[in-house]
């Protein structure tokens, strides 16, 4: 039987949700900033080699928003795991992340969080260690929309949480 | 016109009815948006359908409603409404409404506001990036130049020592131009370290209070003097009545000027150095003053007017070589304490002709108490011949000996001591001997010296009530010159003292 997974990408605008998503599903990167409105959805499916078994991501790629509690609460319907996207060079854009993590947490208990710190490829290394400190309790990881850095990683990872 | 028949028209071209089942398989559609054939999965044509699934399977009587959907369509782009009923035992209905023209106003919007937060948080991103690069700019060049003076001392001294040593003529001359230019190096670290301390803020200002007048009058007597040693003419004004008390830094407001003054002279051979002072106004406690300096000497190239302030800016070198003679840092080391004056300078010039600085700058008004503690602390000539009978109520050993030190130099002073007073005894004792003056520690073995200055202060006698009372201690806090003031004493001397400053305290109090 097919499964099919709905994944919500959220975070501030301009922080890479989009390109996050066209760089796993297309293989490709802009500079160009297009502001998304309101949801795009895109599917794509993940083979996990370990149990034989394939998985669809539904990708739901919504409008940015400093506050998650403004987030059109029909969006995050049935949704089987949270992505939020900060971007490393935009300290508003994970500013008070910890709070709207928290809310997630409260709200959609039981739904898988995942973490993500977006443009790696503008900071150092040093400087990911230090912001890491801050999602002790969170799973977390560093990517990069423009190099593909840990990209694939990151879908992978979550698709083996969802099956 | 039958508009009923128009509002069909755009409905069903804007609007489009489907019905699913529980598996999501379509049953029926009428096509007006997206071509659904039936029996097909909705959700695998259009994965957003996926998730309705769940929602039917709760098997209620429900409305779930979400904006701004977009879709790909064959040939276009659509952004859309869906409205999900669900029911009991029922197919569920879709209604899907086009509102691509609509979103597309928002998108646009959209765009422009995220944009420009965007580009507005890369600025302060930016700012806040040099801040600290100039912070640590400051602080390594303090370091730094910290760190050069020790083995600079060095060549200092030993090039003093050689110079004590048997030298040839040439040997000697050589020893001299090593000692000009670490003296020339000497002076410019300070500089350095004194333009990276204010700017690091480590300068703590003083509050000292200032009568304008004598300070202005005090420097142009000064720097008339040096304008006429070189054969300049020296010129001054003051303009408008200069308050009669300012709070200021003292040393970093002289300086300001002085070093004004003094490149004026420097770049000037002949001509004129102007000096006005000019009070502006006083605005919420605040006065403003402005000071122009101008002399007729060799200006500064219009090139370099923009820069001439900033550190580290002798970009244009050879203007420096040629001339020898050069700014360096003291502009910068001005520009900085005018801006802890909440001030500003401006610079203008012709070269070959005549510089003009326009300082402005902002002093604090002095509160009561403040002005209390200048009275003895303004340097006043002191009269040497009136006979002066003082009482001194002290019990530290180290004043009583300076003093006795100070009026044993000066043969009009009488100066009796009194360690520790019995109150009683001690009113008695001032009667009887009719004192000039009782200069008063406040920290005493048995009593405060606030209750025995209250006792003379509130005498019914007029004679020994009117005994001028000068506090002498280390207390000086806002808090104690509140007291001393309300005690009615005539003045304050700071410990540790200066004999001037013990002089001056008595002039101010007994008059000329
Ligand atoms: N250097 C670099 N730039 C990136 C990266 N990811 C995204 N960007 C750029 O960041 C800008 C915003 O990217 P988007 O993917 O549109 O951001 P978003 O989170 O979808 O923004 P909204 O849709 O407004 O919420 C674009 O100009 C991208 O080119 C990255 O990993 N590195
Ligand atoms: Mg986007």
Redesign the pocket.
Known sequence: MKISKKVV?I?????????????FVENT?????????GVHILKKEVSIPENNKDVTLVLW?????SDIKKTRTSYLLGSHAFIY?F?L?RPSTYGNIIEELEYLKVTKSNTPIIVVG?????VTKKFIKEINTKFQNFNSIY?????A?NVNDLFLDLAKQLV | MDLKKYQDHIISNTNQYITIDANGVILDSCNSILDLEKKQSLGSLYPFFDTFIELIALNKEDTFFFSCIHFTLPQNKIIVDVTLKTFIDKPALIIIQDFTSHYFAYQFA?QER?ESV?SKEKIELQNQFLKEQELFKSKFIANFSHELREPLEGVVAFSDFLKETELDYQQESYVNIIESSSQHLKKMLEDILDLQTIKLNHTKLQKDVINPLSFITEIQTVFKAKSQKKGLDFVSKISGVLPEFILADQIRFRQILSNLLTNAVKFTEQGTIYFETSYNYERANKYSLSFIIRDSGVGIPKHKLDTVFESFNSTDSNYQIANTKSYGLGLSIVKSLVETFNGSIQVESEEHKWTEFTVNMEFSKPNKSDILLLKTKQEQPYNQDKKIKILLVENSEITQLILLKIASKHKNIQLDINPNPEPDKFIEDLELNAYDLVLMDIDLEQQSGVDLIYRIKKHRSPDLKQTPIIVVTGKVLKEDLQVYKKAKVEAVLKKPFTEKEFLSSLTSVLGQ
């Open positions: 990408i975070g501030h605008f301009g922080v890479g949700k989009s390109s996050l998503i066209r760089q990167f802009s500079e160009d900033y297009k502001v998304s409105i790629d919504l409008e940015g928003n996207v971007d060079t977006n443009k790696s490829d503008l990517t990069s929309a423009k190099t850095e | 959209a995220n965007i």
